[in-house]
Nanobody, 127 residues
Framework: QVQLVESGGGLVQPGGSLRLSCAAS????????MAWFRQAPGKERTFVGG????????YYADLAKGRFTISRDHAKNVVHLQMNTLELEDTAVYYC????????????????????WGQGTQVTVSS
């Protein structure tokens, strides 16, 4: 059973930075890709960024390009999301997700591609 646990959320002022982390655990954890999604109140859960586990290729939503960086620590089964220049509109619950191993045909940015989800961590951008 795969478990994903997010950390690093909190309250930050506009223009500030936060670094989210997601630790994956489970017997012989393996995945094709991990990603971050976010969900603001009253809105759908949307893709932020994803990364392939074996070859470390990163993908970003337009909202994240130039501001956010996704990275992974393969040895520790951890994925990070470095968020810079945060804006009020970035306020949301951020969720970590992982695919099952071997799901190479699944698009990285699609929510349905992911079989495992964390509980989410709140990010609030406010002055």
């Amino acid at each position: 059973q795969v478990q994903l646990v997010e950390s690093g959320g909190g309250l930050v002022q506009p223009g500030g930075s936060l670094r989210l982390s997601c630790a994956a655990s489970g017997r012989s954890f393996s995945t094709y890709a991990m990603a971050w999604f976010r969900q603001a109140p009253g809105k759908e859960r949307t893709f932020v960024g994803g990364i392939t586990w074996s070859d470390n290729k990163a993908y970003y939503a337009d909202l994240a390009k130039g501001r956010f960086t996704i990275s992974r620590d393969h040895a520790k089964n951890v994925v990070h999301l470095q968020m810079n220049t945060l804006e009020l509109e970035d306020t949301a619950v951020y969720y970590c997700a992982a695919t099952s191993p071997g799901d190479y045909y699944r698009p990285i940015s699609v929510r349905a591609s992911y079989d495992y989800w964390g509980q989410g961590t709140q990010v609030t951008v406010s002055s």
